[in-house]
């Protein structure tokens, strides 16, 4: 098919074709007959090659099945594998997919492969943590460090590289042999332990410094994931923020008052001794509240600091007298405005 010099033609993967390739592979089904009306198992393998195939469909019923193969077809994409929950052993290679994707159901694969396609990230595979053999030959990886992406796979044993556009490069092996220590067989070959020395001296000061990397990187997440469940914590009791500047900004933000009290005789005397209260219309000046608390620690460690915090309470229970005073006057003012104009 894929030597003509015309396209082939794609064939439509549906129920039939399925139940054919399940007779066909089964051998129990080659000694019965279809009369005898027979419920045969579910079948557990389904072999789909050179078929033609454009569009992976009608899997949905095969829940049991633990071995899929779909190699040599006309896949662009990787769908309709939801269902496949049991499946160990998916082959998709010499397919025309160019990503990968909808795999995340795939929990029990064992093996995957992908090779001769037109990937060109390998991502997405996240869930596969029983991923023991992987196969992506002779795609379109063009960044080396883009492997390091399977280190997440603890259980992988085998892979396959080769044909990528990194592997021109000089000893990829070595790299990858380097960081997976664990792997015995890369690019159909065994490891051997020579390989893995000279592997290990090459780039064991690169190693270090990228472990070192990802662990500041996975304690910053760690930080990061502590103080968003905090927070979540705070936001369920209606008390978030309240051990940052995040409450006063927005008591300040929202005082239409803002104004009348700078107006207050006296206040400017008052902000320049204690700059807590130093505020605009819709902002404190924060960058003076850590001041301001070192400075009430510090009163209150000594008897003169005592006589300072008095001296301020006074100050401002006869500015808040003022204040009263005032804002009455405007009520006053303000009532009397509304009744001639109701006159």
């Given at each position: 098919?894929r030597?003509?010099?015309?396209?082939?033609?794609?064939n439509r993967?549906?129920?039939?074709?399925?139940?054919n390739?399940?007779?066909k592979n089964?051998?129990?089904?080659?000694l019965?007959?279809?009369?005898?009306?027979?419920?045969?198992?579910e079948?557990?393998?389904i072999?789909?090659?050179y078929?033609?195939?454009?569009?992976i469909?009608?899997?949905?019923?095969?829940?049991s099945?633990v071995r899929?193969?779909l190699?040599?077809n006309l896949i662009?994409?990787?769908?309709?594998l939801?269902s496949?929950?049991?499946?160990t052993?998916?082959?998709l290679s010499?397919?025309?997919i160019?990503?990968?994707?909808?795999?995340?159901?795939l929990?029990?694969?064992?093996?995957?492969?992908?090779?001769?396609?037109?990937?060109?990230v390998?991502?997405n595979?996240?869930?596969?943590?029983n991923?023991?053999?992987?196969?992506?030959?002779c795609?379109l990886?063009?960044q080396?460090?883009?492997?390091?992406y399977?280190?997440?796979?603890?259980?992988?044993?085998h892979i396959y590289m080769?044909?990528?556009l990194?592997?021109?490069?000089?000893?990829?092996?070595l790299?990858?042999v380097?960081?997976?220590p664990?792997?015995?067989?890369l690019?159909?070959k065994l490891i051997?332990?020579?390989?893995?020395e000279?592997?290990?001296?090459?780039y064991q000061?690169y190693i270090e410094?990228?472990?070192q990397?990802?662990s500041q990187k996975?304690l910053?997440?760690?930080?990061?994931q502590?103080?968003?469940?905090e927070?979540n914590l705070?936001k369920e009791?209606?008390?978030?923020?309240?051990?940052?500047?995040?409450?006063?900004k927005?008591?300040?933000?929202?005082?239409?008052?803002?104004s009348?009290v700078?107006?207050?005789?006296?206040?400017?005397?008052?902000?320049q001794s204690y700059?807590?209260?130093r505020?605009?219309?819709?902002?404190?000046?924060?960058?003076?509240?850590?001041?301001?608390?070192?400075s009430?620690?510090?009163?209150?460690?000594?008897?003169?600091?005592?006589d300072?915090?008095?001296?301020?309470?006074?100050k401002l229970m006869t500015?808040?007298?003022?204040?009263?005073?005032?804002?009455?006057v405007l009520l006053f003012?303000?009532v009397h405005?509304?009744v001639?104009?109701?006159?």
């Amino acid at each position: 098919t894929r030597s003509s010099n015309m396209d082939p033609v794609p064939n439509r993967m549906n129920r039939e074709m399925i139940q054919n390739a399940i007779e066909k592979n089964s051998i129990k089904s080659d000694l019965m007959s279809k009369e005898d009306n027979i419920c045969l198992p579910e079948p557990d393998v389904i072999k789909l090659e050179y078929q033609n195939i454009q569009r992976i469909d009608s899997l949905q019923e095969y829940t049991s099945l633990v071995r899929l193969d779909l190699n040599n077809n006309l896949i662009k994409k990787i769908q309709g594998l939801d269902s496949l929950i049991n499946l160990t052993w998916l082959n998709l290679s010499f397919n025309r997919i160019e990503k990968i994707q909808g795999l995340t159901s795939l929990q029990k694969l064992k093996v995957l492969n992908l090779s001769n396609n037109q990937i060109t990230v390998i991502e997405n595979m996240d869930t596969l943590d029983n991923l023991t053999h992987f196969f992506i030959g002779c795609n379109l990886l063009n960044q080396l460090e883009n492997v390091l992406y399977l280190k997440r796979f603890k259980k992988l044993v085998h892979i396959y590289m080769k044909g990528n556009l990194f592997s021109n490069e000089d000893d990829y092996q070595l790299y990858i042999v380097a960081f997976f220590p664990n792997l015995t067989v890369l690019d159909n070959k065994l490891i051997l332990q020579e390989l893995k020395e000279k592997a290990s001296s090459k780039y064991q000061a690169y190693i270090e410094k990228r472990n070192q990397e990802e662990s500041q990187k996975q304690l910053a997440e760690e930080v990061l994931q502590k103080q968003e469940a905090e927070l979540n914590l705070h936001k369920e009791a209606f008390v978030e923020y309240l051990d940052g500047p995040h409450l006063f900004k927005s008591m300040f933000d929202e005082d239409m008052f803002s104004s009348d009290v700078h107006s207050v005789p006296g206040i400017e005397d008052l902000l320049q001794s204690y700059p807590l209260f130093r505020f605009s219309n819709t902002q404190i000046d924060h960058s003076l509240l850590n001041s301001l608390t070192s400075s009430v620690i510090d009163l209150l460690n000594s008897v003169r600091g005592y006589d300072e915090i008095n001296k301020l309470s006074e100050k401002l229970m006869t500015l808040e007298f003022k204040l009263i005073s005032k804002l009455e006057v405007l009520l006053f003012v303000l009532v009397h405005l509304i009744v001639l104009t109701c006159e």
